[in-house]
C-alpha cells in the first residue's frame, strides 16, 4: 500500500522548512553514505501515531512574481500540489494576513485536495490567539496554530492532517496487477517508451523536456498479464537552475515509486549516467523497490566494440550502492 503524500506549502520565509525538518526528525541535514542521496532532502517519511506518509517541501510561493526563481519555484510547488493527498498550507502569525496569502488560498481550493491551515510562530497561544483567528479570514478552514522552532500545536495540527488520509487505499490493494513506474530525468524517453509498449499515443512525446505534466497510468497486456505503467512525467524547464530541476524530478518520483512494485529508471545514453540519475534512483533503493535500469537513445551512440563494457562499468560505478538492478 503506497503511503499517503503530504505538500508544505506557503510564502517565502513562513516557516516550512523548519516545520519540515521537525516533522522529519532532524535527520534531513544528516547525509547518508549512500551515493547520489540528496543532500538537500526535500522528502522525508514521517510517523503520526500509527500513521505513515511522505513529506514533500516545497520552494515558496509568490503568486505574482515575474523572477524567474520564484515562478519556478510556484511551478514546482503546483507539482507538488497536484502529487499530494493532504495540503499544509503554512502561514506566519507575526506577518498576519498578507494579500500574497489570498492569493495562494485560491490556487489551493482550485486544487480541490484536502488543506490543513497552519499559523506558525505562534511562540504563546496567550499572546498570538487573537491574531490566529485573522486567519479565518482566508475562507480555508479553521487555522491551527504553531510553533515549528518551539515545537508547539504540532500533535493537535498532525491529527487534523491524518484524518484526510485516504482509508486503507483498498483499491489498490485489490488490484494485483504489478506496477511499474518509469523514472528518471526530463527528456530521456519516458513516454516514448510506454507508448511504444502500449501501441498507442497515450502520452503527449515532444523534445521539449517535461511535456508531460502529470503522472499518468497505462495498462500494457504482454502474454496475457496485464501491467499498470506509471510515467512519472518531465517538467517544464522554463530555466536552467539546476536545483529547481532536481526538485521537480524528485517530487514526481517519489510519488509514483511510492505507488510501484518495480521501478524502470531510464538514463539518456548520448549524455551517460549523471548523478542526478543516481539521485532519482536512491528513492527507489530507500524505499527498497525492485530496480532495472533502461538505457535509450543507444542507436544515438557511436559504437565499437568496447562501447556497451564501458558504459555499463560507468552505470555500475554511478549507482554502486544497487548492484541489484538489472
Not at 28 to 41: M, W
Not at 182 to 208: A, D, E, F, T
Request: hydrophobic share 40%.
Amino acid at each position: 500500500m503506497s503511503k499517503p503524500i503530504v505538500a508544505v506549502v506557503g510564502r517565502p520565509n513562513v516557516g516550512k522548512s523548519t516545520l519540515f525538518n521537525v516533522l522529519a526528525g532532524r535527520k534531513i541535514s544528516i547525509v547518508k553514505d549512500t551515493p547520489g542521496v540528496t543532500r538537500d532532502r526535500i522528502y522525508a517519511d514521517v510517523t503520526w501515531l500509527d500513521k505513515q506518509f511522505t513529506l514533500i517541501d516545497t520552494g515558496g510561493i509568490e503568486p505574482e512574481s515575474k523572477d524567474l526563481i520564484l515562478s519556478s519555484m510556484r511551478e514546482q510547488a503546483q507539482i507538488a500540489i497536484d502529487t499530494a493527498d493532504v495540503i499544509m498550507f503554512v502561514t506566519d502569525v507575526h506577518q498576519g494576513v498578507v494579500d500574497a496569502d489570498f492569493k495562494v488560498a485560491d490556487m489551493l481550493r482550485r486544487s480541490g485536495k484536502p488543506v490543513v491551515l497552519v499559523v506558525n510562530k505562534v511562540d504563546s497561544f496567550q499572546k498570538y490567539q487573537a491574531d490566529i483567528y485573522e486567519f479565518y479570514n482566508l475562507g480555508i478552514g479553521d487555522p491551527y496554530g504553531v510553533s515549528a522552532a518551539s515545537q508547539l500545536g504540532l500533535g493537535d495540527m498532525l491529527d487534523e492532517v491524518v484524518k484526510y488520509f485516504p482509508a486503507g487505499s483498498t483499491e489498490e490493494e485489490e488490484d494485483e496487477r504489478p506496477r511499474i513506474a518509469v523514472i528518471g530525468k526530463p527528456n530521456v524517453g519516458k513516454s516514448s517508451l510506454i507508448n511504444k509498449l502500449c501501441g498507442s499515443q497515450r502520452s503527449i512525446v515532444s523534445n521539449i523536456a517535461g511535456t508531460t505534466r502529470d503522472a499518468i497510468d497505462t495498462v500494457v497486456k504482454f502474454d496475457g498479464q496485464e501491467y499498470v505503467f506509471i510515467d512519472t512525467a518531465g517538467i517544464r524547464r522554463k530555466n536552467k537552475i539546476k536545483e529547481d530541476l532536481e526538485r521537480y524530478s524528485i517530487i514526481r518520483a517519489v510519488a509514483a515509486v511510492e505507488r510501484a512494485n518495480i521501478v524502470l529508471l531510464m538514463i539518456d545514453a548520448t549524455e551517460g549516467v549523471t548523478e542526478q540519475d543516481a539521485k532519482i534512483a536512491g528513492i527507489a533503493h530507500e524505499r527498497g523497490k525492485g530496480v532495472i535500469i533502461a538505457v535509450n537513445k543507444w542507436d544515438a551512440v557511436v559504437k565499437n566494440d568496447k562501447t556497451i563494457y564501458e558504459h555499463t562499468k560507468k552505470i555500475r560505478e554511478t549507482l554502486a550502492y544497487m548492484p541489484y538492478a538489472e
